[in-house]
């Protein structure tokens, strides 16, 4: 079975600071994949990044980047320069091989950036 | 290139009433999710379609829900005598395809709460 742990509740991060959010996986397939969401009070989930378990770099897109680190099953996100509207939930997720028909989710993290 | 959308955005209901939510997918997506997230949790796999074909259920889905993609676009999911514990986000993803890193697209979910 999959499971994904976010153990941070809620972070506060000032703006223009770099803040990494937490998430650590578990699985016994030997691919997968794994992305993190944004979801601000509206609701809509908001794709940021993705990262595949044989992707040799860590991901990056704009401000976000993908703290990868197979060997400890991590795969923290790290957002740069903070901007008040980064302020949102923010999920991790993941899909393996054999189960790539779902996406199993974390409990989140809910970010506050203040000025 | 239009999200996906969802309809109703909002729904009261008492316990005991059918509703019925409707999920517009990204055009060619042929991958259609319906996930459900309450409170303080990360969203929940339901179902999935490929084109018109339901190719899983969660066992979360229980026997008063039922969903549909009639003609491989739309979807719509009923439940039937509801429930105080159906109260949640009822949210519809689309993706192209399936393999790990085709990313899920959310719309902006329909939040369902049963008096």
């Known amino acids: 079975a999959q499971k994904i742990t976010q153990t941070q509740p809620g972070m506060f991060v000032q703006e223009k600071e770099a803040v990494t959010l937490d998430c650590t996986y578990d699985t016994s397939d030997p691919s997968y994949g794994l992305f993190w969401y944004k979801q601000p009070s509206s609701g809509e989930m908001i794709f940021l990044i993705y990262?595949?378990?044989?992707?040799?770099q860590n991901a990056t897109e704009g401000r976000y980047s993908l703290n990868f680190q197979k060997a400890r099953k991590s795969a923290n996100l790290v957002i740069s320069a903070s901007q008040l509207g980064d302020s949102a939930m923010y999920f991790c997720?993941?899909?393996?091989?054999?189960?790539?028909?779902?996406?199993?989710f974390g409990t989140g993290t809910r970010l506050q950036v203040f000025p | 290139d239009t999200g996906v959308s969802q309809n109703p955005r909002h729904k009261i209901t008492k316990r005991g009433q059918n509703v019925t939510f409707r999920c517009d997918p990204i055009?060619?997506?042929?991958?259609l999710y319906w996930y459900r997230q309450t409170l303080g949790q990360g969203p929940e796999f339901l179902t999935y379609f490929q084109n018109e074909a339901q190719l899983e259920k969660s066992r979360l889905l229980s026997d008063r829900f039922s969903a549909e993609r009639p003609k491989g676009s739309f979807s719509t999911l009923e439940i039937q005598r509801t429930e105080q514990g159906d109260s949640a986000m009822y949210l519809c993803a689309s993706s192209l395809g399936s393999g790990l890193q085709e990313t899920q697209y959310f719309g902006p979910g329909t939040r369902l709460l049963v008096l």
């Open positions: 055009s060619e997506h042929n991958r």
């Open positions: 997720a993941m899909r393996a091989i054999y189960n790539t028909d779902k996406l199993i």
């Open positions: 990262q595949g378990s044989y992707d040799q």
